[in-house]
């Protein structure tokens, strides 16, 4: 069985949603970047290599929201997290591959290094990756800065993981300031995240830094963890932002 069960439209171009229990045709639908659902009834294991599933037409059919959230991350269209005055901030994808290189090489002082290295090709593939499971995976990570009306990549801002091991070594590292910008509800190691965020050089001294940072804190799905930015001591930019923040800054 396969078939067509919803369908969405973007940037005046119509995506349609698969439903099969094929496993020939799922892997070509993947394979060509159709969006697509495997009806896994009776708890089908040869289907398992697909990331997403239903068990009935029915239940899913129920949840709309859940599928358009598969056709976005089969497609590389990026969901828009918060708004603010001045910003729109998304989801990276594939298509800011190029514009997310040039920021990470134009402020490589910032002392937010990019986790996205090697090649243009390269880094095109390690953002999809990354929009298509990362942020359903953790519910958070890093979001391109827009102004708001204007298709341009002005900064990315956003958070990752941090273990407690790597806060105590970065916590020691005389060449580094930090700072706790939000208390968690729990003292627990994996509820911590480290902050980043880098802006274009066009775009600085406009507050723009600190009003994306506001906003990503304010997300529901970061409201349980303690946030630690982190800033190279000889960086005055990086330093002053941390010095806005509340609680104290802390000087290793």
């Known amino acids: ?35 697509v659902i495997a009806l896994t009834v009776n708890g089908r294991g040869d289907l398992g290599f697909a990331p997403w599933a239903a068990e009935s037409e029915e239940s899913l059919l129920s949840d709309v929201p859940y599928m358009e959230n598969v056709i976005m991350r089969s497609v590389g269209i990026p969901e828009t997290v918060c708004m603010t005055e001045r910003l729109q901030i998304r989801e990276l994808c594939t298509g800011d591959a190029l514009n997310v290189r040039r920021l990470f090489d134009d402020a490589s002082d910032g002392g937010f290094i990019s986790p996205w290295k090697g090649s243009a090709d390269e880094t095109a593939a390690l953002l999809k990756e990354y929009h298509r499971y990362y942020y359903d995976m953790y519910g958070y990570g890093y979001y391109g800065i827009e102004l708001k009306g204007k298709k341009e990549l002005i900064g990315i801002a956003g958070f990752k993981g941090i273990s407690e091991e790597e806060f105590e070594q970065k916590k020691q590292d005389k060449a580094l300031v930090f700072k706790e910008i939000k208390t968690g509800t729990a003292d627990r190691s994996d509820n911590m995240l480290e902050m980043g965020y880098i802006i274009a050089a066009p775009f600085r001294r406009k507050g ?40 104290g800054l802390h000087i290793s």
């Open 1 to 35: 069985m396969k078939k067509l069960i919803h369908s969405l439209e973007y940037d005046g171009k119509k995506y349609d949603l698969m439903l099969s229990d094929e496993p020939d045709h799922i892997r070509d639908c993947l394979k060509k970047n159709i969006p």
């Open 208 to 247: 723009y830094a600190a009003e994306a940072v506001g906003a990503l804190l304010a997300m529901e799905n970061v409201s349980g963890y303690s946030v630690y930015a982190f800033s190279d001591a000889k960086n005055p930019e990086g330093k002053g932002f941390l010095l806005a923040q509340d609680p």
